[in-house]
């Protein structure tokens, strides 16, 4: 398994700003993802982060709303763009191990759009 | 497009009341099948993972099998401290890498 943390846990944020939310492995990992959970709904991804490379991006999330980095196999970085009340969600980062299929999951961002 | 349904939406049971949490899956390979129990407010934990049918595995009061179409959660003689919602998702051979497709989990509830 992995421990997964991410900053902030939560945050209320203006509409037409941005929040970048942190995301850190205690251990190396090929596979990042990033999840979003909206209100009583079930998780969906935005995108693989990959390493050294351009993220993987849905069908129906860009990346000008969700830009992504990845600069080591540790740490990655989710940014959401001029936010609406409709980003309000629960942000969720997850890593898939090398040696199986698992994934696991951060304690998730838990954003509030005003 | 891999697909998955859960029922019921929610279950509220009596502490020692066993059920079953169902799992249907539609997907055009089978990596994997994967349970979750997530409480408010954090993230998914990781219960299970199931590779293919007539696997089991097990875990204190909880008991995951898998056949073709459908996976169980079987919760034997639960306890308040079991209530939270309870994920399922697939990874299937199409698609993303690693993608998970979630179902939209069943919300457990175990009165005292």
């Known amino acids: 398994s992995a421990v997964i943390s991410q900053k902030p846990s939560r945050d209320i944020c203006q509409r037409g700003t941005s929040l970048t939310i942190q995301c850190q492995v205690d251990s190396q990992v090929t596979m990042m993802f990033w999840y979003r959970q909206q209100p009583g709904q079930s998780l969906t991804l935005i995108a693989t982060?990959?390493?050294?490379?351009?993220?993987?991006?849905e069908s129906g999330f860009v990346i000008d709303k969700f830009p992504i980095s990845r600069p080591n196999l540790t740490f990655s970085t989710l940014t959401v763009s001029n936010m609406s009340p409709e980003d309000s969600s629960i942000y969720l980062c997850?890593?898939?191990?090398?040696?199986?299929?698992?994934?696991?999951f951060g304690p998730g961002t838990r954003l509030t759009v005003t | 497009e891999d697909q998955v349904t859960q029922s019921p939406e929610a279950l509220r049971l009596q502490e020692g009341e066993s059920s079953s949490l169902n799992c249907s899956y539609t997907v055009s390979g089978l990596r994997g099948l994967f349970w979750y129990r997530q409480d408010p407010g954090k993230g998914p934990e990781f219960l299970f993972t199931?590779?293919?049918a007539g696997e089991e595995k097990e875990k204190e009061r909880l008991k995951a099998t898998l056949t073709k179409k459908e996976s169980f959660l079987h919760i034997t003689a639960p306890k308040p401290e079991d209530s939270a919602t309870y994920l399922c998702?697939?990874?299937?051979?199409?698609?993303?890498?690693?993608?998970?497709?979630f179902g939209s989990g069943t919300q457990l509830t175990v009165l005292p």
């Open positions: 199931l590779y293919s």
């Open positions: 982060a990959n390493q050294g490379s351009e993220a993987t991006y």
């Open positions: 997850s890593v898939g191990m090398d040696s199986s299929y698992e994934q696991y």
């Open positions: 998702a697939v990874q299937g051979v199409s698609g993303s890498a690693r993608q998970l497709t």
